[in-house]
């Protein structure tokens, strides 16, 4: 009955996957109408706001009036407004029905509450949830047959929170919420993993343990492709004591898990010793020469994550287990404001805007100032921007701080690839190193050293003179020690191709050069492990790719190999 339910659920998100795809085409025949009409709905929704008579939005009758009478913002303007609402008040920034507010990470700062309209709420839904199964459909179709049953390794971990005003979670963590009762039908983990209650447990464990002993697991699902990436490296270190556990159908003695929560999970296993045999038989032959999954699970056949951008290195160390065949849906570019671009097919690195999910303008980051702000009319292919956002939730020509850039369009509708934020930008002596250009380098420095790295984060150190970059990498393999010394030298000229600015500069002595240490093994989930016991929902943690303050120094630095 299970299996016929999930199956039921399945084709449901992709009828629904499917429908928004097709909207989608529609809207973006319209998009110049669509961004317009957005924009006159909000004010006439939000006119009566505090926030709209602060700003006169009863005065707004076109794009050009919005933009002349309504002020860019930043997150400081919604703060008060926003903790009222968390607390029940209504009508301060938009008159829309609010039931959820999002939470980002606390990763890069300060957390931020962002309220969710329903509007929103049910374009998180559609795209985040049911756009993924659409394109599965429809690769499958182009194979010449339906999508299969859906039951997949989920490494979500959704939790949340109550207020007076609604519940507070991360915007990931909003889909699965709506359908909870019905998320273990098309899930591996059992609720007490999928909806965890704050306990502290070993995740990677379970969720393998429980992924690995279910021969029809059809896919693999996560937010970002760090943490899929990060549990089947998990995996290829502990497979022994997985296949140990899974013939005796037991949980490991040594995980972490609450007993509560032990004895509640331990019901629903039993001993598998032909499963346990399966598994070890694969994984003894090794995890270089054929990609571990198909080997394991040959019934998973696609994925979803965010593995584009500054995720792009992290995606690629994931083929080794994957293989280069399994098709990837790239989610989308979103963040905890607002659902803003998804592809529209599988394996696509181009997402497109949403012309129905905000109001969207466009700063080329070459132009000081923000006069004469672009529109979607307006882009360049191949051009970056800063991209300001209206959402449908009560934030208003919002500096959101990212980068992005145009790589193309679709009828009416840019398509877009997030490049990075603009506080991301490393910065010694005026050389401006993009966080995607990091990510390029590092890149081609494992190429070019033939290792594989679990992690990288770039330390602009200023304490020396002249200040120089410090690269810190967290390696799969031990190093030795006569390669560590021809890291330096490689990473100089790594920086030097990726950059004009930088040879000049060093050889000016305005730069100092640079340096390469290397990282305790773990360290990178450890770092994990702090931000989730202050609290960080995991789902939204992303890789730490600049060290921007003192306390991330102190914890990297205290990691370095001795």
Request: glycine share 6%; net charge neutral; with cysteine.
């Amino acid at each position: 009955m299970a299996n016929i339910l999930g199956y039921i659920l399945s084709s449901y998100g992709g009828l629904v996957g499917t429908c928004e795809h097709i909207k989608l085409n529609i809207y973006s025949r319209k998009g110049l109408k669509m961004q317009e009409k957005t924009v006159k709905r909000l004010m006439r929704w939000n006119k009566s706001t505090v926030y709209g008579k602060l700003h006169n939005f009863s005065e707004v009758k076109s794009i050009e009036d919005y933009q002349r009478l309504v002020p860019l913002s930043t997150y400081a303007d919604y703060d008060e407004y926003v903790w009222r609402m968390a607390e029940g008040e209504r009508g301060l920034i938009t008159n829309l029905p609010v039931r959820r507010f999002t939470e980002s990470s606390g990763s890069t700062g300060k957390s931020k509450l962002v309220p969710l309209s329903f509007w929103a709420e049910w374009v998180a839904q559609c795209f985040g949830f049911s756009a993924p199964i659409g394109c599965a459909v429809k690769w499958f179709f182009r194979k010449g047959r339906p999508l299969p049953p859906q039951k997949g390794l989920l490494t979500a971990e959704t939790s949340w929170r109550k207020m007076k005003g609604g519940t507070i979670s991360c915007l990931s963590s909003i889909p699965l919420l709506n359908i909870r009762p019905l998320v273990p039908l098309f899930a591996t983990s059992p609720k007490e993993v999928l909806f965890p209650d704050g306990s502290d447990m070993d995740m990677h464990y379970l969720k393998l343990r429980f992924a690995l002993i279910n021969k029809k697991t059809s896919y693999l699902g996560t937010i970002f492709i760090t943490t899929l990436e990060s549990m089947f490296f998990y995996m290829e270190e502990n497979w022994e004591m997985l296949c140990d556990d899974i013939e005796k159908g037991i949980i490991n003695e040594n995980v972490n898990v609450p007993e509560h929560i032990r004895k509640k999970l331990e019901k629903k296993l039993k001993p598998m010793p032909k499963r346990a045999e399966e598994l070890r038989r694969e994984f003894r032959k090794g995890f270089d020469e054929s990609p571990i999954v198909p080997r394991i699970l040959p019934k998973v056949e696609w994925l979803y994550g965010m593995g584009t951008g500054a995720l792009s290195l992290y995606a690629k160390k994931l083929r080794r287990y994957i293989g280069e065949e399994m098709p990837i849906h790239y989610l989308g570019y979103t963040a905890t404001e607002a659902f803003m671009a998804v592809p529209i097919e599988l394996n696509s690195f181009e997402y497109v805007m949403l012309p129905q999910n905000g109001f969207y303008e466009f700063r080329p980051v070459e132009q000081e100032g923000y006069d004469n702000l672009l529109t979607i009319k307006d882009l360049e292919p191949g051009k970056e921007y800063e991209l300001i956002l209206t959402n449908m939730s009560g934030f208003y020509r919002y500096r959101i701080e990212d980068v992005v850039r145009c790589t193309g369009y679709y009828h009416q509708v840019p398509k877009i690839t997030f490049c990075y934020r603009l506080n991301q930008i490393a910065n010694i002596s005026g050389e401006k190193i993009s966080q995607m250009a990091f990510d390029e380098m590092v890149e081609n420095l494992s190429e070019e050293m033939d290792d594989l790295y679990i992690g990288y984060s770039i330390y602009p150190d200023r304490s020396t003179s002249p200040g120089h970059y410090v690269l810190l990498l967290e390696t799969a393999s031990p190093v030795s020690e006569e390669k560590k010394a021809r890291y330096n030298e490689a990473f100089e000229r790594m920086l030097c191709k990726g950059n004009v600015s930088v040879e000049p500069l060093i050889k000016s002595g305005a730069l100092g050069h640079p340096e390469v240490k290397f990282l305790r093994h773990g360290t990178y989930d450890d770092y994990r492990e702090v931000l989730r016991k202050r609290g960080a929902n995991l789902n939204q943690v992303k890789p730490i790719k600049v060290i921007d303050n003192d306390e991330k120094k102190d914890f990297f630095f205290s990691h370095i190999e001795d």
